[in-house]
């Protein structure tokens, strides 16, 4: 017995989107990446560590506006402030570095940016 053909029956509407769709996804990730390696993360945003009672407390996170870039700052490091002088988003003089909500860094992730988590081994 043959095997069922399946792709007879798939929606061409539906299978079209999706190649547009993951072609564009694609190329999402390509600009993401380019940018990432070249940026010089000039506009970063930043949230502390904050302390939760029931849950696992969040680390210090911060991210590149420019490049989408993120790095989370050790687990168990409750100061913030030290911290980011180990990363790759190191404030200098010239990068302007605002606090914002951790949920709005969240919501300014994309496809294919790069999150660096920093191990308590990197001091
Ligand atoms: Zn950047």
């Not at 605002?98 to 081994?121: A, C, F, P, T, W």
Request: proline content about 5%; some cysteine; overall charge negative.
């Amino acid at each position: 017995m043959s095997e069922f053909n399946y792709a007879k029956y798939l929606n061409p509407n539906i299978a079209e989107a999706e190649y547009t769709h993951n072609r564009a996804a694609e190329d999402l990730t390509y600009a993401v990446e380019r940018a990432q390696e070249t940026c010089k993360h000039e506009f970063v945003v930043y949230d502390e560590y904050q302390r939760l009672e029931y849950l696992r407390s969040l680390p210090p996170i911060r991210m590149c506006l420019q490049c989408r870039l993120e790095e989370h700052a050790p687990d168990l490091w409750r100061d913030g402030d030290k911290a980011w002088y180990k990363g790759i988003l190191n404030p200098t003089p010239d990068t302007m570095y605002i606090k914002m909500n951790r949920d709005k860094i969240y919501r300014l992730r994309v496809e294919g940016s790069k999150i660096v988590n920093h191990q308590r081994d990197d001091d």
